[in-house]
C-alpha cells in the first residue's frame, strides 16, 4: 500500500512540475496584437500562417490577428496603442506622424515593394484617364489608403480635387455603389476591387482599373508599423515577426490552399477560386518585384523613399516633412538570407 501511495505522490509531483513548466513556457510568450490593413483575404494569409502552422510560436509570439478597416485605421489603431502592430500604406503612416508629433510611428519593414493603390471605373462611365475625374463621384472608405493618398495621385496629374465628391462608405458597399452607379469611380486596392467586382459577376474587361504607379506616382506600398517604444523595448520580437512575415509569404506562394485554408478559419465564407486568383494578382501587383526576388523583402532604395515622401508630402500640404530616417529604419531587420523570398 505505501508502495503504490508512493507511486500515486510521484506521478502527481511528476505532474506538477510538467505543469509549471509548461505555464513558465507560456509565460516567457510575448502577447502581439496585430492589426491588418482590411478584412481577410487570401493575401492576408502570409500573417494568419504563421498562427496556424506554429511559426509565431517558434519565436515565442503569441500573436492574435485582426482583420481591419483601411490603413488610415490601422495606423490610428496602432497609434493609441490598441494593437502593438499593425499593416498599413507608408505614407499614410507618414501623413499621420507630420499631423501627430507626439504619437509618431516607425515603419520596421516594407512588405509591398510595389504600391497597388488604384481608382476603378466602369467603362460605361467613360472615365479614362485620370483628368476625366475632374468632376465626379468617388466612394471608398474613408481609411482606404488609396483615398488616403489620393491627393498625391491628384497633384501629380493636376486634378481638380474641389470638383470631385468622396462618398464615405463601408467596405462592403464600395464596389456596390460602383455597379449600382452610385458612384462614378472608387477608390481602392487592385486585388481587393477586381476580385470583389468578379465576384459580383463584373467582367474585368468592363472595368477601367488606373493604378497610381502607372500615372507617376512611384510608390512603395505597405509596411509593418509600430510606435518607437514599442519597437525599441522588444527588438526581438520586431524582429522574428518580421522573419515570420517572410515565412508566410514563402508559404502563400508555395501552397495556395494551405493559404486559404488559413483565411477560411478566419471567414468560412470566402471563395476558393476568388482567393487563389487575389493571391497571384497580390504577387504579381505588390509583393515580387524583380527587387524581392532578387534581394528579399524589405530591400529599401532609400532615394526612391525620399523622392516619394517628399511628392507625399507636398500633396498632403503637411507642415512638416518627414525624413527617410523618422519614417523607416532598417534596424530590426533579421540577416538578409532570412529575407530571401522564392519565386512564384
Given at each position: 500500500m505505501k508502495l503504490i501511495n508512493r507511486i500515486r505522490l510521484t506521478g502527481a509531483a511528476s505532474a506538477a512540475v510538467l505543469a509549471l513548466?509548461?505555464?513558465?513556457?507560456?509565460?516567457?510568450?510575448?502577447?502581439?496584437?496585430?492589426?491588418?490593413?482590411w478584412v481577410f483575404q487570401g493575401q492576408q494569409s502570409v500573417f494568419t500562417?504563421?498562427?496556424?502552422?506554429?511559426?509565431?510560436?517558434?519565436?515565442?509570439?503569441?500573436?492574435?490577428?485582426?482583420r481591419g478597416a483601411g490603413s488610415g485605421d490601422a495606423v490610428t489603431k496602432v497609434a493609441s496603442g490598441t494593437y502593438d502592430i499593425g499593416l498599413a500604406d507608408v505614407y499614410t503612416m507618414m501623413?499621420?506622424?507630420?499631423?501627430?508629433?507626439?504619437?509618431?510611428?516607425?515603419?520596421?519593414a516594407l512588405v509591398h515593394d510595389k504600391s497597388a493603390l488604384s481608382i476603378a471605373s466602369l467603362k460605361t462611365a467613360k472615365i479614362a484617364s485620370p483628368a476625366d475625374?475632374?468632376?465626379?463621384?468617388l466612394a471608398a472608405p474613408l481609411g482606404d489608403a488609396s483615398r488616403q493618398?489620393?491627393?498625391?495621385?491628384?497633384?501629380?496629374?493636376?486634378?481638380?480635387?474641389?470638383?470631385?465628391e468622396w462618398i464615405t462608405v463601408t467596405p462592403q458597399l464600395r464596389e456596390t455603389m460602383l455597379v449600382r452607379g452610385?458612384?462614378?469611380a472608387i477608390s481602392g486596392h487592385v486585388t481587393t476591387i477586381m476580385m470583389n467586382l468578379r465576384n459580383m459577376g463584373v467582367a474585368a474587361?468592363?472595368?477601367?482599373?488606373?493604378?497610381?504607379?502607372?500615372?507617376?506616382?512611384?510608390?512603395?506600398?505597405h509596411a509593418l508599423i509600430?510606435?518607437?517604444?514599442?519597437?525599441?523595448?522588444?527588438?526581438?520580437v520586431i524582429t522574428d515577426f518580421i522573419r515570420a512575415t517572410v515565412h508566410g509569404l514563402n508559404v502563400m506562394i508555395r501552397d495556395r490552399d494551405a493559404a486559404i485554408a488559413s483565411i477560411k478559419k478566419r471567414d468560412p465564407l470566402v471563395n476558393n477560386e476568388i482567393e487563389k486568383a487575389r493571391i497571384q494578382m497580390s504577387l504579381d501587383a505588390m509583393f515580387l518585384s524583380p527587387n524581392v526576388l532578387k534581394n528579399g523583402m524589405s530591400n529599401v532604395d532609400m532615394g526612391r523613399l525620399a523622392r516619394t515622401l517628399d511628392q507625399a508630402a507636398d500633396a498632403f500640404q503637411v507642415k512638416t516633412k518627414q525624413s527617410v530616417s523618422e519614417t523607416y529604419t532598417e534596424r530590426y531587420l533579421p540577416p538578409r538570407d532570412d529575407l530571401r523570398v522564392i519565386g512564384k
Open positions: 513548466l509548461s505555464s513558465s513556457a507560456l509565460a516567457q510568450q510575448k502577447n502581439v496584437r496585430f492589426v491588418l490593413d500562417l504563421p498562427a496556424d502552422d506554429g511559426t509565431y510560436a517558434k519565436y515565442n509570439l503569441n500573436v492574435t490577428v485582426d501623413n499621420h506622424n507630420a499631423n501627430n508629433p507626439d504619437r509618431k510611428l516607425i515603419a520596421v475625374l475632374n468632376g465626379k463621384k493618398v489620393f491627393p498625391l495621385f491628384a497633384s501629380t496629374n493636376k486634378l481638380n480635387q474641389g470638383s470631385m452610385q458612384a462614378d474587361d468592363s472595368v477601367n482599373l488606373m493604378l497610381y504607379a502607372d500615372h507617376g506616382v512611384e510608390l512603395y506600398g509600430t510606435t518607437p517604444a514599442f519597437a525599441q523595448a522588444n527588438p526581438q
